[in-house]
């Protein structure tokens, strides 16, 4: 079991919704600042959402706007990624990813910020 554990990802139509879940599970994953990231076949991995509780800031990819929401459960640090409208072209995997300092809206879309990183969850939406 690696440092983050990824769950939620399945298939579902287009127009459906999904909910993936990001655990720190690793002894020294303390996150301040964590986010979800995707890559697609033949693509390069991409910001989708990420917070930083230090200050509060969010933010998200245009492409998901107003149809994704990322949020934290402040007891146990999880980070979920409620997808709703889903579109075949929101297909990757998924993959969340934890850094120990705190990320602006300009900054946490930087995947080279990120030390810690989970397996990824596949998220499949078909036509």
């Known amino acids: 079991q690696g440092p983050l554990v990824e769950s939620g990802g399945g298939l579902v139509q287009d127009g459906g919704s999904l909910r993936l879940a990001c655990v720190p599970s690793?002894?020294?994953?303390?996150?301040?600042?964590m986010a979800w990231f995707r890559q697609a076949p033949g693509k390069e991995r991409e910001f989708v959402a990420g917070l930083s509780w230090l200050g509060g800031s969010t933010g998200y990819a245009d492409s998901v706007k107003g149809r994704f929401t990322i949020s934290r459960d402040s007891a146990t640090n999880t980070v979920y990624l409620q997808m709703t409208s889903l579109k075949p072209d929101d297909t990757a995997l998924y993959y969340c990813?934890?850094?120990?300092?705190?990320?602006?809206?300009?900054?946490?879309?930087?995947?080279?910020?990120?030390?810690?990183w989970g397996q990824g969850t596949q998220v499949t939406v078909s036509t």
């Open positions: 690793g002894r020294n994953v303390s996150p301040i600042s």
């Open positions: 990813a934890a850094f120990r300092g705190a990320t602006t809206d300009r900054s946490m879309g930087d995947k080279r910020l990120y030390t810690h």
